[in-house]
């Protein structure tokens, strides 16, 4: 005999119940979860955004002075190499043209007697042949001069120079040259021989119309400031003997 088995019906949502519980929340919590994350996913938050910023003006500022840094190195570098080589020609110049002045004699101005050299504590007169880019050849009177600035109390050692002639009115200078500017303090000295196997000696000055000087000593002290100097020179005369010899009229007469 088969006993009949009762069935209970099946109520709503009885089988929601028998599921496992973390299953159940997913339908509110697991979405919230799900939608915040998707929101951070979307993009940036604004204060993400201005610490970015901050970040980058830094980097550019950075930047910028390191840039800035390089090229006022840059600048520095090549004014000291144009110093450099400024002072090289200068003391090549001297060396050579002022080295070699010759025993010829000039007449500096009207009614004034004729001279082979003339000295001064800030400027000297012979008389030597000029490079090819200043002259044209020849012999000419050449002056040196340590001239003060106007508008600051540095100098500046100019070269004016003009053709030797025999004419009793020396000519027109030439437009100066300017050798060296902004310097500070430089002057001339002279080597002249002295009398009885004395040692020769140095002076201020230079005024005997017979003769060169046997050297010169010059001083210049630049105001550039850094590491590019110009040292003292000590150029020897090869035509002085420093003292009087029977003048040489030659071309100055």
Avoid at 39 to 63: D, H, K, N, P, W
Avoid at 73 to 100: E, M, N, P, W
Avoid at 145 to 152: E, H, L, W
Wanted: charged content about 15%; hydrophobic content about 45%; overall charge positive.
């Amino acid at each position: 005999m088969i006993s009949s088995v009762s069935r209970q019906p099946d109520l709503p949502g009885k089988g929601l119940a028998t599921l496992s519980p973390s299953v159940a929340p997913f339908t509110c919590e697991g979405a919230r979860k799900a939608d915040g994350s998707l929101r951070r996913a979307a993009g940036f938050t604004l204060l993400e955004v201005l610490l970015a910023l901050v970040l980058m003006a830094f980097a550019m500022v950075g930047i910028w002075g390191a840039l800035r840094t390089g090229a006022r190195l840059t600048r520095s570098a090549d004014a000291s190499i144009q110093r450099s080589d400024r002072a090289r020609a200068v003391q090549a110049f001297l060396r050579g043209y002022l080295g070699g002045a010759q025993p010829q004699a000039f007449v500096p101005a009207k009614d004034q007697a004729a001279r082979m050299f003339r000295g001064d504590p800030r400027a000297l007169t012979y008389v030597a042949p000029m490079p090819a880019q200043l002259g044209d050849g020849g012999l000419f009177v050449q002056t040196l001069q340590f001239v003060r600035n106007r508008d600051s109390n540095d100098y500046t050692l100019q070269l004016t120079y003009a053709p030797l002639s025999s004419d009793t009115v020396a000519p027109a200078a030439a437009k100066p040259e300017i050798l060296l500017a902004h310097v500070v303090d430089g002057g001339f000295e002279y080597l002249v021989a002295a009398q009885r196997n004395a040692p020769a000696k140095w002076q201020r000055t230079w005024h005997d119309t017979n003769g060169l000087p046997l050297a010169v000593h010059i001083v210049a002290d630049p105001g550039w400031g850094g590491r590019v100097g110009f040292p003292e020179m000590l150029i020897a005369l090869r035509a002085g003997n420093g003292s009087g010899v029977p003048i040489s009229l030659g071309a100055g007469q």
